[in-house]
């Protein structure tokens, strides 16, 4: 069984930074792209920014130069380093991969539990 298990996530002043992790377990074939969502309370889920395994990455306008995200193919680990966060950022943020397990032959979705995140003074 594979599960996505995320942490990092707590109440940050604006400016502030916040780093969150997701790391993927269980029998993994392969992961391709992993990604972060997030969602604001009555908005809905939106792709923050996601990377493929070989490291091209893609974000939303709103979270350019501010978010980076990151990947240890090792570790089947990614991480979401937010710099310069804004009240607007608060939102539960989910982890997200596509995953193949072992010995399966097509890959999956797969997410995490969510983390929330609040920026607030």
């Known amino acids: 069984q594979v599960q996505l298990v995320e942490s990092g996530g707590g109440l940050v002043q604006p400016g502030g930074s916040l780093r969150l992790s997701c790391a993927a377990s269980?029998?993994?074939?392969?992961?391709?792209?992993m990604g972060w969502y997030r969602q604001a309370p009555g908005k809905p889920r939106e792709l923050v920014t996601e990377i493929t395994s070989g490291g091209s990455t893609n974000s939303a306008d709103s979270v350019k130069g501010r978010f980076t995200i990151s990947r240890d193919n090792a570790k089947n680990t990614v991480y979401l380093q937010m710099n310069s966060l804004k009240p607007e950022d608060t939102a539960v943020y989910y982890c997200?991969?596509?995953?193949?397990?072992?010995?399966?032959?097509?890959?999956?979705?797969?997410w995490g539990q969510g983390t929330q995140v609040t920026v607030s003074s």
């Open positions: 997200n991969a596509d995953i193949r397990p072992w010995g399966r032959r097509n890959q999956y979705t797969y």
């Open positions: 269980g029998s993994i074939g392969s992961i391709n792209v």
